[in-house]
């Protein structure tokens, strides 16, 4: 893409846009810079040694943040803000499993996988922590770990390379029928067998993560609600501050096919003859429930969890994120 086709702006929130720009990280960094523009470089303060701003004394205060020489100058009492120098580890954890490759087959030209959404999003939240002086990682998931770089401050490039070969090997092994793929998984994730189970791989993470972080699990979450919880908890009793955002296809939302035929699960390969008409309505119901659930679990263990359709701006998921990273920095 030259520079003169370059979008600008909140067109680099569109999925589809950015699907067609090939470096991750300039799709990374277009996406963070478009997001703040305007704001402050630092949305977190806190106690460091780089100053931000003064502003007027409010009752409550802490005493020891007024600045008294500016109070000698003005007769007028103001406190010192700081830059967060949080120090963080980021750790995203990205399923890479077969169900994650499906792409709407009614969303043609405009549409992206739900694994091309979850690399976007992971690599500019790892760019945006970078750059709030965090250590970045990732790891990636099917039955057991695929890839993983630990987190430090120099990984940036090694998490956007391992995540632009996770999109590239996918495009490799994605299935060249279209249809109900996935769909078929949310229905029926409790009576299909062969998928694979996110407990072995969250095991062995929480036993690699001796530091606490920030954890982001990015999934379809096409497993029992129970089974998904039993394993985040690994992460979770380490300390870590967890948040889940699933990932959906707005085929695998509402349903939209009309023609009868074998819709063919991509994490089992079995197939399946529906006639979409008859069972649209018990299938939203499902899915419904299904994500009722596991929002109500997350809630009980105080896990942040949003479902994006990924048919939206990306700029959802991250609100959903700069929102959870608020609540940690308040209560670390």
């Given at each position: ?13 569109d ?37 931000a ?23 007028r ?5 700081f ?13 890479v ?15 992206v ?15 945006f ?34 995540l ?12 060249g029928e279209?249809g ?10 409790k ?7 996110m ?68 994490e ?65």
């Amino acid at each position: 893409m030259t520079a003169a086709a370059r979008p600008t702006g909140n067109e680099f929130l569109d999925p589809a846009i950015l699907s067609r720009i090939g470096n991750l990280e300039f799709v990374a960094k277009a996406v963070v810079e478009g997001f703040i523009n305007g704001l402050h470089r630092s949305p977190n303060l806190g106690s460091s040694t780089d100053f931000a701003q003064h502003r007027q004394y409010t009752p409550g205060d802490d005493i020891r943040k007024v600045d008294w020489k500016l109070f000698a100058r003005t007769d007028r009492f103001y406190v010192k803000e700081f830059e967060a120098d949080t120090n963080a580890n980021f750790l995203a954890i990205l399923d890479v499993s077969p169900s994650m490759r499906y792409k709407g087959s009614t969303s043609g030209d405009r549409g992206v996988s739900k694994l091309e959404y979850a690399c976007f999003l992971t690599a500019a939240l790892a760019y945006f922590s970078a750059g709030q002086r965090d250590r970045v990682g990732l790891a990636t998931f099917d039955h057991g770990i695929v890839d993983y770089v630990p987190p430090s401050s120099k990984h940036l490039r090694l998490v956007l390379h391992s995540l632009d070969r996770a999109n590239r090997a996918a495009a490799v092994h994605s299935p060249g029928e279209s249809g109900g793929a996935a769909i078929t998984a949310a229905a029926d994730a409790k009576t299909l067998t062969g998928r694979a189970s996110m407990m072995p791989p969250m095991k062995q993470l929480s036993e690699s993560t001796r530091r606490r972080s920030i954890v982001l699990v990015i999934s379809d979450f096409y497993e029992d609600p129970q089974a998904v919880f039993d394993a985040v908890d690994n992460l979770r009793g380490r300390g870590n501050d967890v948040i889940c955002f699933q990932l959906l296809d707005k085929d695998e939302i509402e349903f939209p096919f009309s023609d009868s035929s074998n819709f063919i699960d991509i994490e089992t390969g079995e197939k399946m003859p529906l006639i979409p008409d008859y069972l649209r309505k018990e299938y939203k119901k499902l899915v419904a429930e299904h994500t009722a659930t596991l929002a109500r679990m997350a809630a009980e263990r105080r896990i942040d969890y949003t479902l994006f359709d990924t048919s939206q701006p990306i700029a959802d998921a991250l609100y959903a994120y700069l929102g959870a990273r608020e609540r940690y920095n308040r209560v670390r």
